[in-house]
């Protein structure tokens, strides 16, 4: 495949995250001004940082008086998961030179590691994570400036429901990729039974779903096994672990 076809199926296979960044970041931008930033801090927020769930939590500590050093310890734990997913990805690239795997590495989001996990090394490079970018970072940019210079404009109740959008994105991508593997959906059940039940004991929700996630990830690496080597499994629990060319080829 020519590295023009590996751009543009990038591009092609990101569309449906566009339309789910382009709400969120017109909430993100709305939720910014309300907490006292400027157009331009708003705007260069999301050039310089692109993380929704890390600048939507910043935007507010910012609104609460947060100190500084707070705000950045706060979003430094939200984005370790960064490193886990940024090295799942390189290791598809090995073959891939430095600046493009550190040009690969700043498009790393959650959705586009959930189109990622699942393709076969072969089939993932450094073209097509620069289509994921294109689309993922140039919308994120372009929602917060329509939210920025429309905040006046939008009605409250507008955008706080602009906020489950991104919610309902990651869902739609999470839901293919482990609708043949009976344990990774119990997996991500218990992660939300174990988030649920710390919020309901009293931690706050934003470190409740930092200790759910490294807790239940701990967890699977012991429980999950991988579906790209062979397994010596009998009955029902045969067709829960398809290889990824399966995966990929329905």
Same mark, same amino acid.
Request: charged content about 15%; some cysteine; hydrophobic content about 55%.
């Given at each position: 495949?020519?590295r ?6 990038g ?6 995250v566009?339309?789910?960044f382009?709400?969120v970041s017109?909430?993100?931008a ?8 400027s ?5 260069l927020?999301s050039?310089f940082v692109?993380?929704?769930a ?5 935007i507010?500590? /910012?609104s609460?008086?947060?100190?500084f050093?707070?705000i *950045?310890?706060? !979003?430094? @734990?939200v $984005?370790l ?7 799942c ?7 891939t030179k430095?600046h493009?795997k550190?040009?690969c590495?700043f498009?790393?989001?959650d959705?586009?590691f959930a189109l ?6 072969r089939?993932l ?21 329509i939210?920025?210079f429309?905040s ?8 706080n429901?602009?906020?489950?959008a ?5 869902i739609?991508?999470?839901v293919p990729? /482990?609708?043949?593997n ?5 997996? *991500?059940?218990l !992660?939300? @039974?174990v $988030?649920?039940i710390?919020?309901w ?5 934003s470190w ?9 990830a701990l ?17 029902d ?9 399966e995966?990929?080829?329905q």
């Amino acid at each position: 495949m020519t590295r023009r076809k590996q751009f543009l199926l990038g591009m092609k296979r990101s569309i449906p995250v566009m339309f789910g960044f382009i709400p969120v970041s017109i909430a993100f931008a709305v939720l910014a001004g309300e907490a006292g930033l400027s157009t331009l801090e708003t705007i260069l927020m999301s050039v310089f940082v692109f993380a929704g769930a890390s600048q939507i939590m910043a935007i507010e500590l /910012i609104s609460l008086g947060s100190a500084f050093f707070e705000i *950045v310890f706060a !979003t430094f @734990i939200v $984005n370790l998961r960064h490193f886990i997913m940024g090295t799942c990805i390189m290791r598809k690239m090995k073959k891939t030179k430095l600046h493009e795997k550190l040009i690969c590495s700043f498009g790393v989001t959650d959705e586009a590691f959930a189109l990622t996990a699942t393709m076969p090394e072969r089939e993932l490079s450094p073209w097509f994570m620069y289509g994921v970018i294109v689309v993922t970072y140039g919308s994120w940019v372009g929602g917060t400036v329509i939210g920025a210079f429309a905040s006046n404009i939008l009605p409250a109740q507008l955008s706080n429901a602009l906020g489950i959008a991104l919610y309902a994105l990651f869902i739609s991508i999470l839901v293919p990729s /482990i609708r043949k593997n009976l344990r990774l959906i119990l997996l *991500v059940i218990l !992660t939300a @039974i174990v $988030n649920s039940i710390l919020v309901w004991i009293g931690l706050k929700s934003s470190w409740s779903i930092i200790i759910s996630c490294i807790v239940c990830a701990l967890f699977g690496v012991w429980f999950i096994k991988d579906p790209s080597e062979p397994a010596s499994i009998d009955g029902d629990d045969a067709d829960t672990f398809p290889k990824a060319s399966e995966e990929v080829s329905q």
